[in-house]
């Protein structure tokens, strides 16, 4: 009996191993067609992927609408991925919301959106937010606040924070100006 349960824990082992391979390859190739803006190839595989609750499918299935103006569909796979704590999808969600794409404009929904990816160390989300106080949009204007926020993103190397961090550095905003850091 106890061969027979190590046999069945083999077999299950590789046959979730050999799911699990199939499963990156489609989902590689989908990223592969999302890539050349084959919008609608990797949506048929990303929509595969999201019946077996692939929180990532849910993301780029929203960025799929999105890219061919279904916006309201988008929000939908946004909300599916916010809801499952996935980062990127909030990061999404939240720009709908600010934007209003698909959605009513909800500046408060979409600074809680962005906090929650930003916390779970998304570069776009903690950008996001830094603008967001940068600007006063959903928040009192905050220099400071949205320089710390870049910083946090332009240390994972997203380009607009370090942009924003040189602009901030030239003007004096939110920390002292200084002309040789900007740089």
């Not at 999105?66 to 939240?94: C, F, H, I, M, T």
């Not at 408060?108 to 967001?132: H, T, V, W």
Request: hydrophobic share 35%.
């Amino acid at each position: 009996m106890e061969r027979m349960m190590k046999s069945f824990v083999l077999v299950c082992s590789f046959a979730w191993s050999t799911f699990s391979v199939q499963a990156v390859g489609q989902f590689t190739t989908a990223m592969e067609h999302f890539e050349k803006k084959e919008y609608q190839k990797a949506e048929l595989i990303f929509r595969q992927e999201a019946t077996s609750d692939n929180v990532a499918a849910y993301y780029y299935l929203g960025k799929c609408c999105s890219e061919s103006d279904r916006l309201e569909e988008a929000v939908k796979w946004y909300q599916k991925g916010a809801e499952l704590k996935d980062p990127a999808a909030q990061n999404g969600l939240a720009w709908c919301y600010q934007n209003g794409l698909g959605v009513y404009v909800d500046l408060s929904e979409a600074i809680r959106l962005y906090r929650l990816s930003a916390e779970q160390d998304f570069p776009k989300a903690m950008s996001n937010l830094g603008y967001c106080y940068s600007n006063g949009i959903g928040v009192k204007e905050d220099h400071k606040i949205g320089f710390e926020w870049f910083s946090k993103a332009a240390e994972k190397h997203n380009p607009y924070a370090e942009y924003a961090i040189g602009f901030a550095y030239f003007y004096g905003l939110g920390v002292e100006e200084n002309r040789e850091k900007c740089a």
